[in-house]
């Protein structure tokens, strides 16, 4: 079993757990009060189709091949720091085990920033993806490589009912088949293979044009630095999402404006 089997079977675990405590049809009930009563607002998938390169910043305090990013994670601030230096929106990690992160973490941040804010989690269920919207999330994550074709259009259908993007998630040619089969009209090719944590940012190179051109495309994990980014941007990519680097920088704002300026020479 590699590690995305193991996170995506403890995921399942910890969700029929969390599902005795507070049975579907109430978190259904929660979502859809959320769904009628929230303000009109910018969408996930509406801020990385701005004009330029559009950057989902990430909390995140821990990860399975790095183990702990950040021993301080004073995670408001980090959303808010992000906010005010340019992030179209914000990547939060809810995976309690492996990513240290937590439903908290992302209820907090929803409530004091005003762009996005994306739950990354392994999402395997319709459960999870109600808890997203009654948290306040406004996208979640669908990875092709954690569900099969009937799951990925299910839930992408299910998250468009609840009004939330769906970044789709896609490592390889036929992934990316699969999600534009499914209706992705954002889909994110990760960079990290997850089954064995390899990195190769020219992945989103090679696989940019398979998404078509009407869709948004979000080149997930490795970038270092400019350079990145200049390749990035002049192949055609929408938006990168962006973790580790920002995270174990001091000065994230700085460290975010470098790259910015990497996008647009």
């Known amino acids: 079993m590699n590690i995305l089997e193991k996170i995506t079977e403890r995921t399942r675990e910890r969700i ?6 507070c049975p579907l049809p109430e978190v259904r009930r929660k979502a859809e009060e959320v769904l009628r009563t929230e303000q009109t607002k910018q969408s996930f998938e ?19 091949s790095k183990g702990i990013i950040a021993e301080e994670f004073p995670y408001l601030d980090i959303a808010k720091e992000y906010e005010a230096a340019g992030a179209s929106a ?26 996005p804010v994306l739950r990354k989690d392994f999402t395997c269920n319709e459960y999870m993806i109600y808890q997203a919207k009654a948290m306040g999330a406004s996208a979640i ?15 992408h259908r299910l998250a468009r009912e609840l009004d939330l993007s769906a970044l789709v998630e896609a490592h390889d040619a036929g992934e990316i088949e699969r999600a534009k ?4 009209s954002i889909i994110g090719v990760n960079n990290r293979n997850l089954k ?22 979000v080149s997930e994990s ?13 192949n055609g990519t929408d938006a990168v999402l962006i973790g580790e680097m920002l995270m174990r ?3 994230k704002k700085a460290a975010l404006k470098s790259l910015m300026r990497g996008a647009v020479r």
């Open 46 to 64: 509406q801020a990385l189709r701005e004009k330029g390169m559009s950057f989902i910043c990430e909390v995140k305090k821990a990860s399975p």
């Open 16 to 21: 029929r757990d969390e599902e005795r405590r």
């Open 90 to 115: 914000i990547s939060c990690l809810t995976e309690p085990y492996w990513f240290l992160g937590s439903d908290a973490y992302l209820e907090e941040i929803v409530r004091e920033v005003s762009i």
């Open 141 to 155: 994550l669908l990875i092709c490589a954690v569900l099969d074709d009937s799951e990925l259009s299910a839930f």
């Open 181 to 184: 089969r499914a209706g992705a």
């Open 222 to 234: 490795g970038v270092q630095g400019p350079d990145d980014m200049k390749a990035l941007y002049e």
């Open 249 to 251: 920088s001091a000065d």
């Open 196 to 217: 064995d944590f390899s990195v190769d940012i020219s992945n989103s190179a090679q696989l940019r044009k398979l998404a078509g051109k009407d869709t948004v495309f």
